[in-house]
């Protein structure tokens, strides 16, 4: 069962904006640990899309974009494209579990 | 490149016992510590397991709804991780992913990249 909360499913026209969040508690993300998130396309393994809140690896396109406040983190993909649609999954680690815990997962979908 | 192979899925009886293994390349075995995730069919991502590298001991955390009935192991001659699943039951069917985390020891802050391709475990009789 996961801790972290995220809408089941965003949609968009291509290059529009849209935005994913993840809600946690006061054993994870409002305890000040940080939120990653990974993208898992179709039929493929996660791939890490934001480390440390909003730190993109080499490789991620700059219309990604993370953020943390409180107890929740948000990602933002701008100018949406086809090639977006994917699985989004947010991870923290949680006190109370004594390990790490991932979001429930949003499905973006370009309409 | 740095990648990690899983291997050793399969279809197995409840109760029964199977070893996947992890097989990395491209860095230095002995320098990283690995994790283990699972998915379930259509389901989300979940946290298994982690090994601390052999610096910071090589020990081990698990996940409470595994604690007992896995054990993760490395062959460091081998260059190979493991994952034996003992007591195995019908919700433990899932795709199993090896990874590399960020830090080689169990911290809040670690994230996982790069991920393996899978192995599928079946559980069911």
């Known amino acids: 069962q996961s801790v972290l909360t995220q809408p089941p499913s965003v949609s968009g026209a291509p290059g529009q904006r849209v935005t994913i969040s993840c809600t946690g508690g006061?054993?994870?993300?409002?305890?000040?640990?940080?939120v990653h998130w990974y993208q898992q396309l179709p039929g493929t393994v996660p791939k890490l899309l934001f480390y440390?809140?909003?730190n993109r690896p080499s490789g991620v396109p700059d219309r990604f974009s993370g953020s943390k406040s409180g107890t929740s983190a948000s990602l933002a993909i701008s100018g949406l494209q086809a090639e977006d649609e994917a699985d989004y999954y947010c991870q923290s680690y949680d006190s109370s579990l004594s390990g790490y815990v991932f979001g429930t997962g949003t499905k973006v979908t370009v309409l | 490149e740095v990648q990690l192979v899983e291997s050793g899925g399969g279809l197995v009886q409840p109760g029964r016992s199977l070893r996947l293994s992890c097989t990395p390349s491209g860095f230095t075995f002995g320098d990283y510590a690995l994790s283990w995730f699972r998915q379930a069919p259509g389901k989300g991502l979940e946290w298994v397991g982690f090994?601390?590298?052999?610096?910071?001991?090589?020990?081990?955390e698990y996940a409470a709804s595994v604690k007992g009935r896995f054990i993760i192991s490395t062959d460091d001659s081998k260059s190979i991780a493991y994952l034996q699943m003992n007591s195995l039951k019908t919700e433990d069917t899932a795709v199993y992913y090896c990874t590399r985390p960020r830090r080689a020891y169990f911290t809040t802050d670690n994230w996982f990249d790069p991920w393996g391709q899978g192995t599928l475990v079946t559980v069911s009789s």
């Open positions: 090994i601390r590298s052999k610096t910071y001991g090589g020990t081990t």
């Open positions: 440390g809140n909003s």
């Open positions: 006061s054993s994870n993300i409002g305890a000040g640990y940080d």
